[in-house]
């Protein structure tokens, strides 16, 4: 399922989000402005009928895109990325690191974990946390072939 990744929507009123949006009639449309801070950015995402929260998966592709298509620049292993929701009265942060193969390019991203009402569902946080440490370990080995891979825990 496609998931729209708008990465500079930079005077986008709300109403012109949920209007394109609804538009691209995705599960969830994802809108980014950059913040002053280096690699900073508020994040909001739209159904095709209203504001929703901000998923775990929304985070990951945001990140992955900001570094696949260079607005990011991976200057490190594993670079910051920043992300603010305020979706609830409680403004939110959730970081991400974005790691980078032998040959510069974006392979693995990782967001630090919360457990919060305005960011994600409620998930077991035990097992959440694990899975980007999980993915790393298997990713690791020289044996996994490059391809789409599902593992149950």
Do not use: R
């Amino acid at each position: 399922m496609p998931l729209p990744v708008f990465t500079d929507a930079t005077g986008l009123t709300d109403k012109k989000m949920l209007q394109i949006a609804g538009e691209l009639n995705a599960s969830n449309t994802i809108f980014l402005i950059f913040c002053e801070q280096k690699s900073t950015y508020s994040i909001k995402a739209f159904s095709k009928f209203e504001e929703v929260s901000i998923g775990s998966h929304s985070i990951l592709a945001a990140s992955y895109v900001l570094a696949k298509i260079g607005v990011v620049t991976l200057t490190a292993k594993h670079t910051l990325i920043t992300f603010e929701s305020n979706w609830t009265e409680k403004k939110e942060t959730i970081n991400t690191y974005v790691s980078k193969d032998e040959q510069g390019a974006p392979s693995l991203v990782q967001q630090t974990y919360q457990t919060s009402p305005a960011i994600a569902h409620h998930e077991d946080p035990p097992i959440g946390s694990a899975i980007p440490a999980f993915a790393s370990h298997i990713c690791a080995h020289p044996h996994i072939q490059t391809g789409t891979h599902v593992f149950g825990i």
